[in-house]
Nanobody
Framework: QVQLVESGGGLVQAGGSLRLSCAAS????????MGWFRQAPGKERECVAS????????YYADSVKGRFTISRDNAKNTVYLQMDGLKPEDTAVYYC?????????????????WGQGTQVTVSS
C-alpha cells in the first residue's frame, strides 16, 4: 500500500482559497488513480475529486465543480486539491486516497489507501 500524508488545511473565510497537498510514499504512486474525499460531522465520506494515473482524466462532485481543481505531479509523488470560492458547507475533514485502479470516477470502493485527514473550516 502507498502511505499518504495530507497538509494545507486550516481556517478560511467564505470566498477564500486553500490548497491541499498529499505526499505519497511508494513506487506505485504514478500508476494509481488518486482522490480527495471529505467527511463532515454526521455525514458519510464523499468523493470531491479524483484524477487518473496520468492526470489526463478527472472527476468532480457536482457540489465543487468550477471551484475545486485536482492535479498531480508524479515526479514528486504528490497530488493537490486547489479549493477556490470556499463555502461554509465545504467545512469537513479532507482525506487523500489512493486507488487500486488506473482511473476511477470517485467510487469509494476503488480506494484502499487513506491519509490521516486534514481539517478545513470555512467561516461565514
Amino acid at each position: 500500500q502507498v502511505q499518504l500524508v495530507e497538509s494545507g488545511g486550516g481556517l478560511v473565510q467564505a470566498g477564500g482559497s486553500l490548497r491541499l497537498s498529499c505526499a505519497a510514499s511508494g513506487r506505485t504512486f504514478s500508476s494509481r488513480a488518486m482522490g480527495w474525499f471529505r467527511q463532515a460531522p454526521g455525514k458519510e465520506r464523499e468523493c470531491v475529486a479524483s484524477i487518473s494515473w496520468s492526470g489526463s482524466s478527472t472527476y468532480y462532485a457536482d457540489s465543487v465543480k468550477g471551484r475545486f481543481t485536482i492535479s498531480r505531479d508524479n515526479a514528486k509523488n504528490t497530488v493537490y486539491l486547489q479549493m477556490d470560492g470556499l463555502k461554509p458547507e465545504d467545512t469537513a475533514v479532507y482525506y487523500c486516497a489512493g486507488s487500486t485502479y488506473y482511473n476511477t470516477v470517485g467510487d469509494i470502493r476503488h480506494f484502499g489507501s487513506w491519509g490521516q485527514g486534514t481539517q478545513v473550516t470555512v467561516s461565514s
